[in-house]
């Protein structure tokens, strides 16, 4: 299994980018999904995350400004980032709970794409 993410890069504040992240590999199935971010120094913190039926949660700071969503058929899911700010320049990490072999469900993670966003 793996997980490829695209889509970052830098933009100025108060632009958007658009994060993409394809699971391929022997699949059985995918349930949640979400994007999580490191900035240097700092922990790995949960952005957003998505279930497999489409109910969404964010992290309190980026609310209103990102959004997730998925594509079921196309093993992908995105990450719409709006209204950018300095802080959140980090590196983000797509990953999935995801079942090769029923029952058994592992979270994979991606290798990480680097977003900055300069003031």
């Known amino acids: 299994v793996q997980l490829v993410e695209s889509g970052g890069g830098l933009v100025q504040a108060g632009g958007s980018l658009r994060l993409s992240c394809v699971v391929s590999?022997?699949?059985?199935?995918?349930?949640?999904m979400g994007w999580h971010r490191q900035a240097p120094g700092k922990e790995r913190e949960l952005v957003a995350g998505?279930?497999?039926?489409?109910?969404?949660n964010y992290a309190d700071s980026v609310k209103g400004r990102f959004t997730i969503s998925r594509d079921n058929a196309k093993n992908t899911v995105y990450l719409q980032m709006n209204s950018l700010k300095p802080e959140d320049t980090a590196v983000y990490y797509c990953?999935?709970?995801?079942?090769?072999?029923?029952?058994?469900?592992?979270?994979?993670w991606g290798q990480g794409i680097q977003v900055t966003v300069s003031s």
């Open positions: 998505i279930t497999s039926g489409g109910e969404t």
């Open positions: 990953n999935g709970a995801i079942v090769e072999v029923a029952p058994y469900e592992y979270r994979y």
């Open positions: 590999g022997s699949i059985y199935s995918i349930s949640a």
